[in-house]
């Protein structure tokens, strides 16, 4: 069954009318009904599209955190050949809601990480939702040093509500891991492209997406905190997320024109959810050209541009 967000209604509704017909089709005037089917069909095609040709922030919120759109591990089961994930910081344990490893990307030998945040209760449980702990961040990093180690452009995957902000992870030096992977990204001396795939959550998320190319999905977010958070902080009220959702700017579109992102990846009408196949075939073709943008440069002038790069957001606002 496809789920459907609340302003998807009238699209829900066509849909399901389509449905109950597919099902009298094998008792009555099957051509009659396939008429009838065809219109319908037609009129909740454009209703989506006219829907998602005019998204709110919140809107596009709710898109971003849809349960049904493809996550970190099915990116890479798609995009990415011969996956050997590595567990482990070497010193405290095993954190799986950071996946990461080595594997070919389109002939290209390369390392991968992302977030994943699991896709039924079972698998959500097993990699916290997404939100990595300290150890999480450290085996990022010790992932990172191997591609450096060999020479491979490392690519990651970017979706989380944030970092785990359990009192264990506190105790275990949460905020120090987040920034040494922070600081890792930044200087590596091999080529990485970081892409949001769904939600680009706090430093959770920055710690592993500083790359010389930042790349979104059409409908991701990407922001210093939650809309929830926001609104908890600046007005006492988590009912009043959709307010903050509008005014953070957190958007791909907003984010694009502000210099913090590189490029938006399209995504099918409807949302990377409805068409995952062909959502992440569009993700694949633009890190290809990131890193195609990337590829022959030495390591002093793939560390320059990173460095200038986050250096000039926010100058020309």
């Known amino acids: ?11 829900a509704e066509l849909e399901g009318k389509v449905q109950e017909l597919r099902a009298l089709s094998k008792e009555g005037d099957a051509v009659a009904i396939g008429e009838e089917i065809a219109k319908l069909e037609a009129k909740a095609s454009q209703a989506l599209a006219d829907i998602y040709a ?38 405290y344990a095993e954190d799986a809601a950071i996946v990461a490893g080595l594997g070919r990307f389109r002939g290209r030998a390369i390392a991968v990480i992302g977030n994943e945040k699991g896709s039924d209760t079972q698998s959500r ?48 030096g949460q905020a120090e891991a987040i920034a040494r992977s922070t600081d890792r990204c930044l200087s590596l001396g091999v080529p990485n492209v970081a892409i ?23 409908h991701a977010i990407y922001s210093v905190i939650s809309p929830e958070g926001a609104a ?48 992440m075939e569009q993700a694949g073709d633009a890190i290809e050209k990131a890193l195609e943008e990337l590829a022959g440069k030495s390591i002093a002038e793939i560390k320059r541009m990173r460095r200038e790069k986050f250096l000039a957001i926010g100058r020309t606002l």
Not at 1 to 11: A, D, G, H, T
Not at 150 to 156: A, R, S
Not at 210 to 216: C, E, H, P, Q
Request: without cysteine; aromatic residues 8%.
């Open 54 to 91: 005019k998204l709110t922030p919140w809107q596009r919120t709710q898109i971003a955190r849809h349960p049904d759109r493809p996550h970190a591990l099915e990116y890479i089961s798609t995009l990415v050949e011969d996956f050997t994930p590595l567990a482990g910081d070497r010193g």
């Open 196 to 218: 949001i795939i769904g939600e680009g959550g706090s430093g959770g998320a920055i710690a592993i997406a500083t790359a010389n190319r930042v790349l979104m999905l059409e």
């Open 125 to 172: 449980l097993k990699h916290n939702f997404g939100m990595a702990r300290p150890e999480g961040y450290r085996k990022a990093v010790r992932v990172m040093t191997l591609a450096e180690r060999f020479g491979l452009p490392l690519v990651t995957f970017v979706d989380t509500a944030g970092a785990y902000p359990g009192i264990g992870a506190e105790e275990r």
């Open 1 to 11: 069954m496809r789920s459907y967000l609340e302003f998807e209604r009238p699209v």
């Open 232 to 279: 908890s902080i600046l007005w006492h009220d988590s009912t009043r997320a959709q307010d903050a959702a509008t005014n953070m700017k957190i958007t791909a579109q907003d984010l694009f024109k502000f210099g913090v992102i590189d490029r938006i990846v399209e995504e099918p009408v409807g949302g990377a959810h409805r068409a995952p196949k062909e959502a």
